[in-house]
């Protein structure tokens, strides 16, 4: 009798585990190569850790650095933000102009979202910078066919001023994964919606400023912190198409980092310059989700009028 | 009438659009056919005949001491393994999340999900370190024990939002018939929630074979070298002088991830929206 409910005791107790064995993959990941790595670049900032030897304690002086003497992280941090702040609206912007023009019952609709998507999976591998750095060389496709039009050739890569929003060109290129996520929410705004809006007159622009806008704002959000965060880490396009350069004109904070700790072996101090990034980005995010409930449409909270 | 030019314009627009997406990948394509003097010296868009040289010499040039089919069969070597692990270990803790209670669930799924908002920069040199310490750089683990270990919290939330859309009687039918709980993972919900591993697939095939950055720091010896690191290579060897070469050696590198997206296309841009519904 007392065996049997020690037995139901131990079974019941053991299916209060069972979850956990079967997380125990991604907890042991969790802790080995997320927790403890994101715990020890915050220590490594705080030293002078080199590779060899072990790491002195050198208190603020990594960031003292990085704010006071190094020119190179003003630059980086200014131009990173500048190709963040062309990429990521021109892409929005673009991948949801196109989704709305899928969205108007276009035949062959899966042909176009499939020709649209294609440059996403391809975007982000070594041969497309090695194919952007060929059509965009001086001598390349893109200078020869404005030659036609007697257009000069332009240094889309050699200048200082137009090699960022090269760069950029490659990000909206691949403007297909967020227009597939904006078609599907626009196919979510009811169509009833649109027909009452009609019947009382608004018109197509009126339509879209206060239906279709307000209400697929989630995904605009969702979209929208997705692209920031890769934009921010945006590496191969930059190491492979430009190298930094022409002058460190497109020196991505990345770059930075990658140079301070694989090419100099200063963990320490890029560990420090990965958690001002990181700051940055939290910056960001924050605002967007703390300015959210100003400008973001939820449907359940919606209801309630 | 009005509404008909409306339409043509339209469609003239979208056409217009695809047509300069595809642009570069097309004239890629055909430079591959092309002579070096020809893809510098004339402007034609099409190739004056058709020759195969530039693959031949460019598979066995590749860089330096390898043949392209040596980095090509280096990158599955990554791929395959990475990716096959990647979909047991997110099975596993996405059906772990989304049917079991147990002790620091709420915490531990918040942690999950705050992942996918921290940064890999941030985790990059102490990961390096560590996997530098076990004596794995220049291996293929740092890319196959992070894959068991279900390191995209992104696929195994995705993967845990289409297990919880299985209604949970059939469990309970399953349970009666004697199922276990790993039993009704094996022959339930593992074949219910097909079209969510299938986009777990191609994502991280995708993902593996286009990856630059973490081949540039675990991976130093080119033997070793995949595909993205062999390409690289092959730039900065071969020079400006054998253009065709590198451009018919990028079309072969692109290949793989095109008849990828040729034969799941339809899975794939579903998986998109759905996980971009979810978010």
Redesign the interface.
């Known amino acids: 009798m007392k065996d049997k409910k020690f037995n139901k005791f131990n079974r019941k107790s053991l299916r209060?585990?069972?979850?956990?064995?079967?997380?125990a993959?991604?907890?042991?990941?969790?802790l080995?190569?997320?927790l403890?790595?994101?715990m020890?670049?915050l220590y490594?900032s705080f030293t002078d850790f080199a590779?060899v030897g072990t790491p002195k304690w050198v208190g603020l002086a990594n960031f003292v650095t990085i704010f006071t003497r190094d020119r190179d992280v003003w630059n980086s941090l200014k131009v990173t933000l500048i190709y963040v702040l062309i990429a990521v609206p021109l892409k929005l912007a673009f991948a949801l102009f196109?989704a709305m023009?899928?969205n108007?019952k276009?035949k062959g609709i899966g042909i176009?979202?499939?020709?649209?998507?294609?440059?996403s999976?391809?975007g982000?591998?070594?041969?497309?910078a090695?194919?952007?750095r060929?059509?965009f060389s001086r001598?390349g496709?893109i200078n020869?066919?404005l030659?036609?039009f007697g257009i000069g050739p332009v240094g889309w890569l050699s200048s200082p001023k137009l090699a960022l929003f090269t760069l950029s060109l490659l990000a909206v290129?691949q403007f297909g994964?967020s227009m597939?996520?904006f078609?599907?929410?626009l196919k979510?705004v009811p169509a009833e919606l649109y027909e009452s809006a009609r019947v009382d007159g608004a018109t197509s622009v009126r339509c879209f400023w206060t239906i279709t806008i307000p209400l697929i704002t989630p995904?605009i959000l969702?979209?929208m912190v997705?692209q920031l965060?890769s934009a921010?880490?945006e590496?191969?396009g930059a190491?492979?198409i430009t190298g930094g350069g022409p002058m460190k004109a497109t020196y991505l904070y990345?770059l930075k980092?990658y140079d301070e700790?694989?090419k100099y072996y200063k963990?320490g101090y890029?560990?420090a310059l990965?958690?001002i990034?990181?700051g940055i980005?939290m910056v960001f995010?924050l605002v967007i989700f703390r300015t959210s409930n100003l400008w973001v449409f939820y449907n359940d909270g919606g209801d309630s009028k | 009438m009005k509404r008909k030019i409306r339409r043509f314009l339209m469609y003239s627009f979208l056409i217009l659009v695809g047509v300069v997406l595809l642009y570069p990948l097309v004239w890629m394509f055909l430079a591959t056919f092309k002579t070096n003097a020809e893809i510098f010296g004339s402007s034609k868009f099409l190739p004056t005949q058709i020759r195969f040289d530039a693959y031949i010499e460019g598979w066995k040039n590749g860089g330096g001491a390898y043949s392209m089919g040596h980095f090509l069969a280096n990158t599955f070597r990554i791929v395959i393994p990475a990716v096959f692990l990647t979909v047991i270990s997110t099975t596993l803790v996405g059906y772990g999340f989304s049917r079991f209670d147990f002790p620091l669930k709420g915490i531990l799924f918040a942690m999950m999900l705050s992942t996918l908002m921290l940064p890999g920069t941030v985790t990059m040199i102490p990961k390096y370190l560590v996997f530098n310490k076990l004596g794995w750089l220049d291996t293929y683990l740092p890319f196959i024990v992070p894959a068991a270990l279900g390191n995209s919290a992104f696929l195994i939330y995705m993967v845990m939002q289409f297990i919880r859309g299985i209604p949970r009687e059939l469990d309970e039918s399953a349970k009666l018939d004697g199922c276990g709980s790993f039993g009704i993972l094996i022959y339930l919900i593992v074949p219910l929630a097909k079209p969510a591993l299938v986009s777990v697939v191609i994502f991280q095939s995708l993902f593996h074979w286009n990856d630059y950055f973490n081949s540039l720091l675990y991976i130093n010896s080119s033997k070793k070298f995949p595909i993205s690191l062999g390409l690289r290579l092959m730039l900065d060897s071969a020079g400006n002088n054998s253009w065709d070469q590198i451009m018919a050696m990028s079309v072969v590198a692109i290949l793989p991830c095109l008849l990828l997206f040729a034969v799941a296309q339809k899975s794939f841009v579903e998986g998109v929206s759905t996980v971009g519904l979810k978010g």
């Open positions: 209060h585990y069972e979850g956990l064995f079967y997380i993959p991604w907890l042991v990941g969790f080995l190569l997320q403890y790595p994101f020890a670049s490594y590779m196109i023009l899928l108007l276009v176009f979202r499939t020709v649209y998507y294609l440059p999976i391809l982000g591998s070594v041969a497309i090695v194919l952007w060929f059509l001598d496709t020869s066919m030659s036609w290129w994964s597939v996520v078609l599907s929410a979510n995904t969702f979209n997705m965060v921010f880490q590496f191969t190491f492979v990345i980092i700790a694989f963990m890029a560990s990965s958690w990034l990181f980005m995010t």
